[in-house]
């Protein structure tokens, strides 16, 4: 059984008061309460901005970037802008990027976004830019079509790291389309997937192993393990997890190893 450090990729932590995602308050203590002398040694503190609403957006930006830089190493900071703020979120971009920002936050459900909207394409690019991977929320029940359109928008702006939160939830076959493109020699492989809350639900049921098999096609190096919390218990998650099927290397892979990849200034 894996053993060794974990990095949760995806935390809500509630900083600002006007962020709390659970039914009981959550912050970063409650969080680092549960996960203490456990081997989560690195967590990603996540943010949503909300829409043309910039005191928000930077008091919610200003709030993970405090709690990553005052938590020793153990937070990093994840801020957001929304697509339709336009110029104003491409300056924030700007400013978190230089404030020490280390992924981006876009949820086309919270933030009520179409993916295929050009302005979405505006701020992935100009992410990219910056060297910034960005972390979509990638499951919309009623957007069946939402899985295509992350497929044209890395294909728009193949220097971009996209990180695809909840693989597509019961949708995860809808993956195997990255095992297809991989066998064309202009796919970067730019694109990650992120497990949380999915990877927990389909844990010892009869989708486990389905899952197991999408992800193996997609490529074990591209999975990141994340809790979702509060949404989910981080080690439960992590228990979960580990019953997916995979092997040890594997198990390293996506709990540590390619965060830790994604974390570094640029080496996919
Ligand atoms: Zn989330």
Redesign the pocket.
């Known amino acids: 059984m894996y053993d060794g450090p974990i990095i949760d990729a995806?935390t809500?932590p509630m900083l600002t008061g006007d962020d709390q995602v659970a039914g009981d308050p959550h912050p970063p203590a409650a969080y680092l309460a549960i996960v203490a002398g456990s081997p989560i040694s690195r967590a990603a503190a996540?943010t949503i901005a909300p829409k043309a609403d910039l005191a928000r957006t930077t008091a919610r930006n200003d709030a993970v970037l405090a709690l990553a830089a005052g938590s020793a190493g153990f937070y990093y900071p994840v801020c957001s802008v929304h697509p339709a703020d336009g110029q104003d979120a491409l300056a924030e971009l700007d400013r978190v990027a230089k404030a020490g920002c280390r992924w981006l936050k876009l949820h086309p459900n919270t933030q009520d976004f179409d993916v295929a909207d050009p302005a979405v394409e505006a701020v992935v690019r100009h992410a990219a830019g910056l060297g910034i991977p960005v972390l979509f929320?990638a499951y919309a029940p009623w957007d069946a079509d939402q899985p295509g359109k992350f497929v044209k928008l890395a294909i728009a702006v193949p220097a971009a790291r996209l990180i695809l939160?909840h693989a597509h939830g019961p949708s995860f076959p809808q993956l195997l389309v990255y095992e297809i493109i991989a066998r064309y020699p202009w796919w970067p492989r730019r694109v990650w997937i992120d497990i949380?809350?999915t990877g927990s639900l389909l844990a010892g049921g009869p989708f486990a192993e389905q899952f197991c098999w999408v992800l193996r096609k997609v490529g074990t190096d591209r999975v990141l393990f994340g809790s979702?919390y509060p949404?989910d218990d981080p080690l439960a998650a992590a228990q979960n997890v580990a019953k997916l099927g995979f092997t040890d290397d594997e198990l390293a892979a996506i709990m540590h190893d390619n965060a830790a990849r994604l974390l570094a200034p640029d080496a996919p």
């Open positions: 995806h809500h996540l929320d939160a949380s809350a979702d949404l």
